[in-house]
């Protein structure tokens, strides 16, 4: 989920840019039917705890997204370079602002990828650490932190090797 600082954690308050979880409800919590409908509160609330619970994941409905851009913008620097190719005094701005979005986009995809990579970097001291900040800041409900505890501890168990039993 995002850089965090231990300090501000203990303290319940966020810094700039800091997207764990704590944070994140906080914020939905505040803007909880001014923003948001109840409806998209619940909704947003649980993709925010089933990431915590699970992990972030990659998903379809995103990879998709990224490849429709990038084929469009391909498209359009295609097609840039092929009207500059064909008219020596053409304008160079629809390739040079495709290229543009194409490497903004890039980037944002590169960036996609890499946090979910450090997400699941991350300590299983630290994701049960945010666990229990959440319960005790009452932001979850008992039920939904044995869920997520749970949850942690089970991906644990399956990342790591099985134990070897002991040969006497």
Do not use: K
């Not at 840019?17 to 704590?22: H, Y």
């Not at 109840?38 to 998903?59: D, H, I, N, P």
């Amino acid at each position: 989920m995002g850089s965090r600082n231990p300090a501000n954690h203990r303290l319940g308050a966020s810094a700039p840019g800091d997207d764990s979880a704590v944070t994140v409800l906080q914020q939905l919590e505040g803007e909880r039917g001014r923003l948001f409908s109840e409806t998209e509160y619940q909704q947003m609330r649980r993709t925010v705890l089933e990431e915590l619970a699970l992990g972030a994941q990659r998903r379809p409905f995103t990879l998709f997204t990224f490849a429709v851009v990038g084929l469009v913008l391909c498209a359009l620097l295609a097609a840039g370079v092929m009207t500059h190719a064909q008219d020596a005094s053409g304008d160079l701005a629809l390739v040079l602002v495709s290229a543009a979005a194409l490497a903004v986009a890039g980037y944002l995809f590169w960036s996609y990828l890499r946090s979910i990579r450090v997400d699941g970097l991350r300590s299983l001291d630290e994701r049960l650490g945010e666990v229990e900040q959440l319960r005790s800041l009452g932001l979850i409900s008992r039920e939904e932190y044995e869920y997520i505890h749970s949850n942690i501890l089970i991906s644990r168990q399956q990342a790591c090797p099985p134990a070897r039993p002991i040969q006497g």
